[in-house]
């Protein structure tokens, strides 16, 4: 679930990339987008490619992703401390069970943030 989740926040900054920003934008309307696609097929990827794939996607949430990550994971109480020191996906990817004691995360949710982080989602 926060595999998808990841992919879907980085599918939705892909967009952004590609887009100009204008102080007064005309409105414009844009097709429906397609159901996603869903192969049949076996994933031909391994454990070190899904793994690989997850941190790059976790290094480019915003402050504000990693908020709705926390409250995906069911650590809405992590929040503020979170915002407050502006951890983002480069920072969450960094960090270490030490860490997020620094930062006042229960032992017991520490293994939940540490599998997000080493891709185990």
Partial sequence: ?????????????????????????????????PPPFKSTKKSQTTNKDNFTKSIAALQH??????????????LPQYQPMFHTKHIDGKKLAKMEENDLRKLGVALEHQGKIMNVIKGYI
């Fill in 1 to 33: 679930k926060l595999h998808e989740l990841c992919n879907s926040m980085q599918k939705e900054m892909e967009c952004f990339k590609n887009t100009s920003f204008h102080p007064n934008p005309s409105p414009q309307i844009s097709p429906p987008r």
């Fill in 61 to 74: 949430l915003t402050p504000n992703q990693v908020m709705k990550l926390l409250k995906g994971l069911g």
